[in-house]
Every structure is written in structure tokens, then in C-alpha cells.
């Protein structure tokens, strides 16, 4: 195993504590190309997709990474913005937004972001911390409810780096805040606020990205945790068992997923004589390809189809402020203990003696 060189360090400088918000990823570009790399990278991820190798990586290469780049691509156009990526262009919104919320409180942290999938990598960013001085990192998988295709992947590649650096800093990651009152308030006001704004649909439905069956069998808590999210959201709404639905999207292949599926949920609402639908998508913090395309293109185009009037999509919360609020005190909460105060600078007497001091003790730096 090979382990990289440490960063130059100067006698003195002061330890930092930083914050790495990580989210999926996006491809660079809607291009096939793009997606070609994209997709290789995250559906190699044995976290993602639990067949074995041998069976799967033939399948990968062979048939879908030929067919379904170009039908991605498409689709990642449709939402393409000038800043690029939804999903990267509000992750970093959120990470600046963050650094903020933490100064004003009193924290003196570095905040960045990277991508589970593609760029920035949490590699690349972990490497950039290390060299501003970081010695304490708390790592914010940006998944409100965990899953082991989630949540655990983002670590496995922290730990991946982890094996490959000589002087690790202090980790700690955060597993999930599916339940945090102050992100179910933020849920709660943004449907609020959109139902001030356009008026109230009959049907208030909470689609999450959805997971094979068989990994609730297997212990993931995932399908609980967002059961528990829809609860709670509809709680803090006044919302009756009648008035909203928990439903899960984004299938991939042929074996059975978390159900009720959100598309034919929303057919069934039309068919039955539901006119207007409101959708919102609690298990994601930014809106992305499953959000923009897939539920407010896709999802819309079902509903209205079949007999419904009117679909009106409700936005993640983005940069809302209460959410970013919300995020600020999660992460204050597992930061406690750790030093975030600025610390009084050593002055140039000191910085001079400490060096003396390592000289005479044979340190090279």
C-alpha cells in the first residue's frame, strides 16, 4: 500500500476544524460522454448495486453503460442551468451559506463540499483540508434518513482516503437527521409557503428516492426513517393519514422496490378522481435530476395524463434559511468538544522560539 507524502507543515500553525458537506454527485456535462463516466463510476459502487461482481460488472459494461448514457444525457439537459448541475450548484450555495451561519455563532470552521461521484471528490477535498491545516473534519453526508447505498458509500470513500494518508486528521461523520425538529420545520414551511403562494392541492404527496426491498429485510433503516419524516412533516402540517401519501421513485431494474412507487401512485389519484396534487421530495436537500426531471417532468406528465388538472411541484429546500439553519445546529451538535474558537495567533517571538526548540530536537521541519 501506497501512502501519500503530508502536506508542509510550519511549527505554530494552528490546528483547524473543518466541515465536508458531501451529496451523490452529477456528471461534468449532459453529454453522453459525461454520463458514460458518470454512470461507470456510480453503479460500480458495490454499496449502489448489491448483485456480485461477476454477474453485474459484465451487465454494466456490456449493456448499460452502451444504452444509457445518451437517455441520461438527454434528460440531464432538460435541467441543465447556466451555473451548470442543479445538485453541485446548490450544494456549494449551501456549503457558503453554512460557513456563515457557523461564523456567526462563533465557529471558525472551513466548510467545503465535494461528490460521492464525480467532482469535487471527497478525496480531492479531504487532500485540501489536510493542506490548509485541518486536523478535525466532520464529514455531512447531505441525506437526511441513511441508507447503506448512501450514507455508508460516503464513508467507505472516506475511509478509502483515510487508507492512503500517513497523518489522519480526527473524523467524525454525521448518520442521519431524518427526525431534527428544526429540518422538519424547514420541510413543514416550505409546503407552507407554496400553498400560499399557488393554493393547496387535494393529495399531498412525499415522494423519496426509493431502495430494493430486500435492504429493509437486511436491516437498513432507511424505509423507516422516511416513513418516520412523512409523519412528522405531516404532523407539523396538520395533514390527516387521508391528506398526504409516503412514496418512493426512482426504480432501476426488475426486482421489487420500496413501495407505494410515486408514478403509478399518482396515476392511481388521477384515476380515481383526485384533480390537484401537490409533490414534495423530503430525502433530498437540493433539487437534482430525480426532483427536476423525474417528479416535475415525468411525475407531472403521468398525473395529468390520466385525468388530473393540476400538479404543482414543491422545491427542496435548497437555500432556504431555515434549513440552512437547521443544518448549522446539527452540525454544532456533533462538532461539541471539538475547539472551533478563533484562537489568539502566536506571534513571531514564539514562532521563533518553537523552531529553535525543534531544531535542537532533530525535527526536519
Not at 234 to 254: C, D, H, N, P
Request: charged share 20%; with cysteine.
Amino acid at each position: 500500500m501506497s501512502v501519500a507524502k503530508e502536506p508542509p507543515y510550519t511549527h505554530g500553525q494552528l490546528p483547524r476544524t473543518a466541515v465536508l458537506l458531501v451529496n451523490l454527485g452529477t456528471p461534468e456535462a449532459p453529454t453522453p460522454a459525461a454520463l458514460r463516466r458518470y454512470l461507470g463510476q456510480f453503479l460500480s459502487d458495490p454499496r449502489v448495486v448489491e448483485i456480485p461482481r461477476a454477474v453485474w460488472m459484465p451487465i454494466l459494461h456490456g449493456i448499460i453503460l452502451r444504452v444509457r448514457p445518451a437517455k441520461s444525457a438527454a434528460k440531464y439537459a432538460s435541467i441543465w442551468t447556466p451555473e451548470g448541475s442543479p445538485l453541485r450548484a446548490w450544494t456549494e450555495k449551501q456549503a457558503t451559506l453554512l460557513q456563515g451561519f457557523l461564523g456567526e455563532a462563533g465557529h471558525q470552521v472551513v466548510v467545503r463540499h465535494a461528490m460521492r461521484y464525480g467532482q469535487p471528490s471527497v478525496a480531492s477535498q479531504l487532500d485540501a483540508l489536510k493542506a490548509e491545516g485541518a486536523t478535525r473534519v466532520l464529514v455531512v453526508p447531505m441525506y437526511p434518513q441513511y441508507s447503506g447505498a448512501t450514507t455508508a458509500s460516503v464513508m467507505d470513500e472516506v475511509f478509502a482516503w483515510g487508507r492512503q494518508t500517513r497523518l489522519l486528521p480526527e473524523l467524525r461523520h454525521i448518520n442521519h437527521f431524518h427526525d431534527d425538529p428544526a429540518y422538519i420545520e424547514s420541510l413543514a414551511a416550505s409546503v407552507r409557503e407554496h400553498w400560499q403562494a399557488h393554493g393547496r392541492g387535494d393529495r399531498l404527496v412525499m415522494s423519496f428516492h426509493g431502495m430494493p426491498e430486500r435492504t429493509l429485510h437486511l436491516g437498513d433503516p432507511y424505509h423507516c426513517e422516511c416513513q418516520k419524516t412523512g409523519r412528522l412533516v405531516a404532523e407539523r402540517l396538520g395533514l390527516t393519514k387521508e391528506q398526504y401519501a409516503v412514496t418512493f421513485q426512482s426504480r432501476f431494474g426488475k426486482a421489487k422496490w420500496l413501495e407505494p412507487y410515486t408514478e403509478p401512485t399518482l396515476i392511481k389519484l388521477a384515476r380515481e378522481g383526485v384533480k390537484k396534487v401537490d409533490v414534495v421530495c423530503p430525502g433530498f436537500v437540493a433539487d437534482c435530476i430525480e426532483t427536476l426531471e423525474e417528479i416535475a417532468m415525468e411525475g407531472k406528465q403521468a398525473f395529468l395524463k390520466n385525468g388530473g388538472q393540476a400538479f404543482q411541484y414543491i422545491p427542496c429546500v435548497n437555500d432556504r434559511l431555515d434549513w440552512i439553519r437547521a443544518l448549522s445546529g446539527i452540525v454544532q451538535q456533533h462538532m461539541q468538544g471539538w475547539p472551533t474558537q478563533a484562537a489568539q495567533q502566536p506571534t513571531a517571538e514564539a514562532l521563533t522560539m518553537q523552531a529553535a526548540r525543534a531544531r535542537a530536537l532533530g525535527c526536519p521541519h
